[in-house]
């Protein structure tokens, strides 16, 4: 079989895309020219119109953080207090003094607390004595913090009422810490 008889039987395929290696670059077809007289700002008003509206959007979404109020500038109110749930005060409890925290001690304990619950400590309550209870029922060797009232006086040893704490109803994003009600006698 000669050269010829071999090229002859392979099909040929006619396809743009398929050019020989090393042969002639394929012939393209030069776009029309744009209209002279055409302008893409005054001829297209859906491109101008979007255009603008990503603008207008741009600023928007740049500029709402400058004008929200931040934590500092804003009293929060009831609708916007991220909180974690605080468990129901329920009934009064019983239980005995073990002990009382230090300053130090109460100061932890109470930024702990207030970045465990998203709020913040009702005013009232900054200056209070802290006291270590083991309440009735508990397992043993458990200790919780209970706030001593002010003008109420309890020692290590003394048996007392307690209520949990709550949200202050009179202070949104505030809450009331658990309390000594009364010294029992």
């Given at each position: 079989m000669t050269d010829q008889q071999s090229r002859a039987s392979?099909?040929?395929?006619?396809?743009?895309?398929?050019?020989?290696?090393?042969?002639?670059?394929?012939?393209?077809?030069a776009a029309p020219a744009a209209h002279p007289e055409f302008h893409l700002w005054k001829d297209a008003p859906a491109w101008r119109n979007l255009l603008l509206a990503a603008i207008g959007i741009s600023?928007?979404?740049?500029?709402?953080?400058?004008?929200?109020?931040?934590?500092d500038q804003a009293e929060p109110d009831q609708t916007t207090c991220r909180v974690k749930?605080?468990?129901?005060?329920g009934s009064p409890r019983r239980g005995q003094v073990v002990g009382f925290l230090s300053t130090d001690q109460a100061n932890t304990a109470l930024q702990r607390t207030q970045a465990n619950l998203g709020m913040e400590i009702s005013?009232?309550?900054?200056?209070?004595v802290r006291s270590l209870v083991h309440v009735d029922g508990a397992a043993q060797g458990a200790r919780t913090i209970y706030l001593v009232p002010k003008g109420t006086s309890v020692h290590i040893g003394d048996r007392v009422e307690l209520i949990g704490g709550h949200i202050d109803p009179n202070l949104p994003c505030h809450y009331i810490p658990n309390l000594i009600t009364r010294d029992l006698p």
């Open positions: 392979v099909p040929q395929v006619n396809s743009p895309d398929v050019r020989p290696i090393g042969g002639p670059p394929p012939q393209t077809s600023i928007l979404l740049v500029a709402m953080p400058l004008t929200r109020p931040t934590t749930p605080l468990p129901v005060a005013p009232d309550y900054i200056g209070n």
